[in-house]
Every structure is written in structure tokens, then in C-alpha cells.
């Protein structure tokens, strides 16, 4: 595609400058099938014109060639530069741009510009096959994107931290007994599985590749834990210490999340390929169990949060159909008070979206 605005040339001239740049095109193994586009039609209905004229801005160029939905797009403008330079000569392709300035604004030696500029193809079945964009594909992103069930599994890591546990302990004598309190510390891990939805946004193409998302999701974990618990005191002297014990503690979460995620990657023709860095608020109902005792206990701890990163490809050719992404997260919840213990978990699973 050949967009050519050469200030006051005649429309004689516009057209055998089109006409060379073509031709030049063709050389390098391009075809010309989309030489009857609209352009001003389509750039108009992207916001893309600028007093009348088609926009010569190489990043809204890489745009309008995705929304023309073609291999190749060449914008050749005229310009005032202090350098001397009459004529802008930018070539879009498939992987990024390329302008140059040109003191001359023969036709020869624009042409010759698009001649060093334009990558050479060197395979005519695969010119012909990438030259132009599917015609759906507008349709196809809007399809990927929108509110978007999620699901998926993790398995992860977890500390636990369980402050002033209380035991009862023989006194230094030995003729009665003394409480005491001290931290107990807990480190296993566990599974679990998260349902919920995602927005995304309708994807538009774009050199920078970023946009930002939004997710609500339950959850539902279970963990088992290797607990060191304070059980006695052991006296040396006028000193004591704690002596621990080992515990077996089983604690289910059902977290709460809510949050949003900024992506940042890159497009190719029909996908997106990057990471989405994702922040929410995660408050969870736990269940915590000592597995040497018959009873558990409840509560619900406001005091969560949760960092994640999702590995992401997001392909339009698959329409609505879902895609599993890799996350990697870290969660947890602060320890209030003792009532309110603090728990870490380092995760990783598979989310489809």
C-alpha cells in the first residue's frame, strides 16, 4: 500500500510515483492487491488524518497498516526540514519502520529510497500468503476479548507464622507448673483452585503492546504444615529457653481477589505475546486444623493481597476458545493479632482465559 502526498503535485504525477513505488514493490517480491484500499476512509474512521491529509506519524502508520490489513505500507510526505530535506519516505512492515529524509523529491530518487528500505522478499508464495491480513480479524480480537471466564490450578510453597502460643510448663522446681508464650513457625505447601472472570480489553495492535486488564476470582487452597510449637520450658542454671515440639497443622483458605494486571509484550499479525503484572486485594475465610486434636477453628482475616505475573499469549485466531497462561504468584495474609496468624504463599499453575 503506497500512500504519496507530495504537496501541489498533479494528480498526474501522484499517480506514476504511485505507479514506480509499485513497481519497486514488485521487485522485491510484494504484490499490489491492495492497491484500490480506501485509505483516507480507513484512517479517517481510526482518527488517523491530520488537516485533511493522511497522518505521516510512523507509530500511527504501524496502526493504519493493521487496520488496512497489509504486509507493507508506504507513506511519502513532504516536509520542511532544517537539514534541507523536502520529502519523508517511511516504509511500515510487519516488523516495525523505517523512515529517511530526502533533499530531492524526483521520483527517482524516491523510488530509489523505497529500493534500499524495503526489506526484499525472497519466497513469492510466502509474499502472496502474509501480504494481507485476515479480514476478520477485527472481529476475531473482539471475540478474545471482553469478560472472560477463568480457571485453573497452582501448587505452591507456604510459611505460617503463629504468634503467642501458650503451653504449660513444670516450674524450675518441679513443684508446680508455669505458662508461658512463644512464636511458632510453620513451613509446608499445598494446592489449589481458583474459578472466576477476567476482562480484557478489544486488543488493538499496537508498537507499544500494552493494556490493562481486570480479574475477580475465588479460590479455594488447602495446605498442610510442619509446625516447631513452643511445648516446655527447659531450665540451665538462672536461665531458661523453649523447648518445641513438632505439630501437624491442615489450614483450607477460600481467598477473595480482586484486582488488575498491566500488560506489557509485543503483537505479532494475530497475537499478543507477553507478561500481564497483576496486583489485587485477596482477604480469605480460613479453616485451621491441628491434626492431633478432633476440633478446627474459623476466621476470616481482611488483610490480604496478592502479586502475580502471568505468562500470556493471547491468539485471535482462537476466537472465544480459551488459552492456558502460566502464573506465577505470591500471596498471603498479615498477622492481625493472635487470633489472626500470617501466612506467605509462593505459587505456581496454570490459569486458562
Do not use: C
Amino acid at each position: 500500500m503506497v500512500v504519496a502526498d507530495l504537496g501541489g503535485a498533479t494528480s498526474t504525477r501522484s499517480a506514476a510515483l504511485r505507479a514506480g513505488l509499485y513497481a519497486v514493490g514488485r521487485a522485491h517480491g510484494y504484490d499490489a492487491a491492495a492497491g484500490k484500499v480506501d485509505v483516507e476512509a480507513a484512517a479517517s474512521g481510526e482518527s488517523l488524518m491530520v488537516a485533511g491529509t493522511v497522518t505521516d506519524e510512523p507509530l500511527k502508520l504501524e496502526h493504519l497498516r493493521f487496520v488496512l490489513g497489509t504486509a507493507v505500507l508506504v507513506r511519502v510526505s513532504k516536509v520542511t526540514d532544517r537539514e534541507g530535506g523536502t520529502v519523508r519516505i517511511t516504509v511500515v512492515t510487519t516488523e516495525g519502520f523505517q523512515t529517511r529524509l530526502l533533499a530531492l523529491d524526483t521520483d527517482e530518487s524516491i523510488e530509489h529510497a523505497l529500493d534500499v528500505l524495503l526489506p526484499r522478499r525472497t519466497d513469492p508464495n510466502a509474499a502472496s500468503a502474509t501480504a494481507h491480513v485476515d479480514p476478520d480479524e477485527h472481529r476475531l480480537w473482539e471475540a478474545r476479548g471482553g469478560f472472560r471466564p477463568t480457571y485453573g490450578a497452582m501448587a505452591f510453597a507456604s510459611l505460617t507464622s503463629l504468634r503467642h502460643v501458650s503451653f504449660r510448663s513444670p516450674n524450675e522446681s518441679g513443684t508446680g507448673t508455669v505458662t508461658g508464650t512463644a512464636t511458632a513457625i510453620g513451613v509446608g505447601g499445598g494446592v489449589g483452585a481458583r474459578v472466576g472472570v477476567q476482562y480484557l480489553p478489544t486488543l488493538t495492535p499496537n508498537p507499544a503492546g500494552t493494556f490493562f486488564s481486570a480479574r475477580l476470582a475465588l479460590g479455594l487452597d488447602t495446605d498442610f504444615f510442619y509446625v516447631r510449637s513452643p511445648h516446655q520450658f527447659s531450665y540451665s542454671g538462672s536461665s531458661r529457653s523453649v523447648v518445641y515440639d513438632n505439630r501437624a497443622l491442615w489450614v483450607a483458605s477460600f481467598p477473595i481477589e480482586l484486582g488488575g494486571a498491566v500488560a506489557f509484550g509485543r503483537f505479532s499479525e494475530q497475537s499478543w505475546h507477553g507478561a500481564l503484572l497483576g496486583i489485587a486485594y485477596a482477604p480469605q475465610l480460613e479453616y485451621s486444623l491441628d491434626l492431633g486434636r478432633s476440633s478446627g477453628d474459623f476466621r476470616f482475616n481482611p488483610a490480604g493481597a496478592e502479586l502475580s505475573v502471568d505468562v500470556t499469549g493471547i491468539d485471535a485466531s482462537r476466537a472465544n476458545e480459551s488459552a492456558a497462561q502460566i502464573r506465577i504468584a505470591l500471596w498471603g495474609v498479615a498477622p492481625l493479632n493472635d487470633g489472626h496468624p500470617g501466612m506467605l504463599s509462593l505459587g505456581i499453575g496454570v490459569i486458562w482465559y
